[in-house]
């Protein structure tokens, strides 16, 4: 059975995550308030976040500044992109 979450990203209510994304307060958070695709949209911001900063993932400072983006996408409407960034071309 589908659950339907009040996405705070989309502004939608909508299918939510069949499961917290990681464990705790946080996981459970982004578990009850943002949808599946709102997640998607992160993952491939958090990717892109990877790439531009050359994070690596063992770092507590990468750890971090990627919670903190994350806190800012999901929940804040902020989608700013790094200084510089250029989309890929298709």
């Not at 209510?13 to 946080?26: C, I, N």
């Not at 976040?49 to 800012?72: T, V």
Request: proline share 8%; charged share 30%.
């Amino acid at each position: 059975m589908t659950r339907i979450v009040n996405c705070v990203k989309l502004g939608v209510a909508t299918e939510g995550l069949d499961e917290p994304p990681f464990p705790g307060d946080k996981g459970m958070e982004i578990f009850e308030n943002v949808s599946k695709q709102a997640w998607k949209d992160w993952l491939g911001k958090q990717t892109m976040l990877i790439n531009e900063y050359k994070l690596a993932s063992f770092d507590p400072k990468a750890r971090s500044f990627l919670a903190d983006e994350r806190r800012k996408f999901l929940f804040e409407g902020n989608n700013e992109m790094p200084e510089g960034y250029v989309p890929p071309k298709d």
